[in-house]
Nanobody, 127 residues
């Protein structure tokens, strides 16, 4: 069974940066489409960014486009999310997700497409 562990969250001021990491167990990480979602207080979980298994295709939510960058290192079983130019609206718990049910080069971005989730890492941006 695949397990995902996020890290890198914390508290920063407006305009600051963070780099989130998601480490996956298992030898087939390189075949998984992956994604990042976030959930603010009192809100549902929202799509942030996704990446296909090669890293050659990515997709971003409009709210983070141009500020966040998703990437992956299949040799390290790790996915990253670089967060730049942070604002208080980015405050949320950030979750990484994997689609482990199929081997595909496709890109996914809806929550129900992912079957494995991490425990989340909190990001707080103060003004």
């Amino acid at each position: 069974q695949v397990q995902l562990v996020e890290s890198g969250g914390g508290q920063v001021q407006t305009g600051g940066s963070l780099r989130l990491s998601c480490v996956a167990s298992g030898r087939t990480f390189r075949t998984y489409p992956m994604g990042w979602f976030r959930q603010g207080a009192g809100e549902g979980r929202a799509f942030v960014a996704s990446i296909n298994w090669t890293g050659g295709s990515t997709k971003y939510a409009d709210a983070v486009k141009g500020r966040f960058t998703i990437s992956r290192d299949n040799a390290k079983n790790t996915m990253y999310l670089q967060l730049n130019s942070l604002t208080p609206e980015d405050t949320a718990v950030y979750y990484c997700a994997a689609r482990t049910s199929t081997v595909t080069a496709a890109l996914y971005y809806w929550e129900s497409a992912f079957d494995t989730w991490g425990q989340g890492t909190p990001v707080t941006v103060s003004s």
